[in-house]
């Protein structure tokens, strides 16, 4: 009989991740992180994004190389389309969390994934934004995210992968619950 070990490999270190919820479980200083994002406007509507410094550890940290990240408008909106929207942005961070946790809990649970796929829409009336309407809100009036999934498991077993990764996501987290955000001119 033939009893090789299941092997599997779906690219998440699962190990020092749970290395890293035990040693800040032990020093919840360490826990605190600060995230930074740098914009500088070019013309019209459209901006930069910078990305490379954060906080976190104690410590000040940084990626091993600057993201930058085009912001603008399309062509229906009088604006040169040189970059997604911000709130594109939101629906492409909605979506790397998600799937990123359902590849770690994969990892953790030793469900060999073959394929993820994800799409997010968001639906928004623009009269909102545009002042026709003061009663329109100007962002999103729901948002909905559609996994396709392929691995090695039940259907009620990657339902339950989606199901802990939303509940872990920090972007589902922030889109779902309100945020204190604090706007200040210096």
């Not at 906080?55 to 389309?81: I, S, T, Y």
Request: aromatic letters at 6%.
């Amino acid at each position: 009989m033939n009893t090789q070990a299941k092997i599997v490999d779906n690219g998440v270190n699962v190990g020092a991740l749970l290395d890293a919820r035990e040693a800040l479980t032990e020093m919840p200083a360490a826990a605190q992180f600060q995230w930074k994002a740098d914009c500088e406007w070019v013309r019209g509507t459209h901006a930069r994004a910078k990305v490379q410094n954060f906080f976190g550890l104690g410590e000040d940290q940084q990626h091993c190389k600057e993201f930058a990240f085009d912001l603008d408008h399309p062509e229906v909106f009088a604006a040169e389309d040189k970059g997604i929207t911000p709130v594109e942005y939101i629906l492409v961070g909605l979506a790397g969390c998600l799937t990123a946790g359902i590849a770690s809990v994969a990892q953790n649970r030793e469900i060999q994934l073959n394929r993820v796929s994800c799409s997010v829409e968001g639906d928004m009336d623009l009269q909102g934004i545009l002042g026709i309407d003061k009663e329109v809100r100007n962002g999103y009036s729901g948002i909905k995210v559609s996994f396709d999934i392929d691995a090695d498991a039940s259907k009620e077993d990657i339902e339950a992968l989606v199901a802990q990764s939303q509940k872990r996501s920090a972007v589902y987290d922030i889109v779902t619950n309100p945020t204190n955000v604090q706007v200040e001119v210096k």
